[in-house]
């Protein structure tokens, strides 16, 4: 990751790529998405000092979907579908579960 980017830009960043990959034609691969909200959770933790608990974590994820639906709404018509027909927050949902299980399978 590029130390200019904050783990929550990375995040925004590397979601809103595989989001696209989900809503196009091809098979989109989750791994950089996974790792993206991985280094987004680990970072959080850091900062709190512990583990985000599951009502901050639903709230995180509420808000990050809002901000990334603004920033594709805001790419015209086009994606104003894409996220009528392919619910964001519920993929960046699937993303988050994922790196939070991996988050819980590590030592501590």
């Known amino acids: 990751?590029?130390?200019a980017l904050s783990p929550r830009l990375q995040l925004k960043r590397?979601?809103?790529?595989?989001?696209?990959?989900?809503?196009?034609d091809g098979i989109p691969d989750p791994s950089d998405a996974y790792i993206a909200c991985l280094?987004?959770?680990?970072w959080r933790c850091e900062?709190?000092?512990?583990?985000?608990?599951?009502?901050?974590?639903?709230e995180e994820m509420e808000?990050?979907?809002g901000e990334l639906e603004q920033d594709l709404?805001?790419?015209?018509?086009?994606?104003?579908r894409l996220v009528v027909e392919e619910p964001l927050l519920n993929r960046l949902s699937?993303?988050?579960v994922v790196a939070r299980g991996r988050e819980a399978d590590r030592p501590s």
Do not use: H, I, N, P
């Open 14 to 24: 590397v979601f809103r790529r595989y989001y696209l990959q989900v809503c196009g």
């Open 94 to 96: 699937e993303c988050m």
């Open 1 to 3: 990751m590029t130390a």
């Open 73 to 80: 709404m805001r790419r015209g018509d086009e994606y104003k």
């Open 63 to 65: 808000r990050l979907g």
């Open 39 to 42: 280094d987004y959770l680990d």
């Open 47 to 58: 900062v709190l000092g512990r583990r985000l608990t599951d009502d901050e974590l639903a």
